[in-house]
């Protein structure tokens, strides 16, 4: 039984040192398929591009966006992201509107660039947020002024966009957040879509290398619970933790 029992620990060891390289090489991966999309799409970000009017808002997001100097396209994006079109979402968080911009983003941005001077007395209300065109220029400058606080990095604007650039600053770039992360590529993942870009080439959609890893690292814990427990019963046969 002894001996069964340290092959079995011996096998245990060597599998579970094989699916942690397994594990690390397919997360390296990914990291490389999100380096070389997102490398792609802030090279080409600078181009200002035009959507075509069959997207919701086109005409409104183009106009806007080149008045901020951002790509067209990038705007659209984001929109679909974060509201997908639906100019009264309303976020638990309190973002309103079609670009999802809390209140405090819309002071700031409104008290330099005097979006709303003029059109009602007082602060901006609720309908102001709602409004599609305020929302969507509003929005548009406060990405510009994202992408110029990043000296043009659009991925770094975009995770500021959705962390804050507190989070960003403090990180020194896009933060661990799964939030954060999940939603830059999403972004950008509708940009290839609008753009005459093809995205980086992959084997399998990188949800389905995600879905893998998450799979090999289940069995890498269940593969250590199993030597645990064969450890705890050699250590009883031996009395010792020394194995021969």
Not at 196 to 222: D, K, N
Request: aromatic fraction near 14%.
């Amino acid at each position: 039984m002894r001996p069964r029992l340290l092959v079995l620990w011996r096998i245990g060891l060597v599998v579970f040192v094989i699916q942690l390289v397994i594990y690390s090489i397919i997360g390296y991966g990914i990291s490389g398929i999100h380096n070389k999309a997102w490398e792609k799409f802030n090279g080409n970000s600078y181009v200002i591009a035009d959507v075509d009017n069959k997207v919701p808002y086109g005409e409104l997001i183009n106009r806007r966006a080149r008045q901020a100097g951002i790509n067209g396209q990038i705007v659209a994006s984001l929109i679909h992201a974060e509201s997908s079109f639906q100019p009264r979402a309303h976020s638990p968080a309190g973002a309103y509107g079609l670009m999802q911009i809390i209140p405090s983003t819309w002071r700031q941005v409104n008290e330099q660039a005097k979006v709303c001077a003029g059109r009602h007395p007082g602060e901006c209300t609720v309908e102001c947020y709602y409004n599609e065109e305020l929302n969507i220029r509003i929005g548009t400058l406060y990405l510009s002024q994202l992408v110029n606080r990043y000296e043009g990095n659009m991925v770094l604007a975009l995770a500021a966009y959705n962390a804050g650039p507190g989070a960003v600053d403090k990180y020194g770039g896009i933060p661990p957040y799964d939030e954060t992360v999940n939603y830059v590529n999403r972004v950008i993942g509708y940009w290839y879509e609008l753009s005459s870009y093809s995205m980086p080439y992959t084997i399998f959609a990188e949800e389905q290398w995600e879905y893998i890893r998450t799979a090999i690292g289940w069995w890498c814990m269940v593969t250590l619970l199993g030597m645990v427990w064969i450890a705890g019963r050699l250590h009883r046969y031996y009395h010792s933790w020394r194995w021969r």
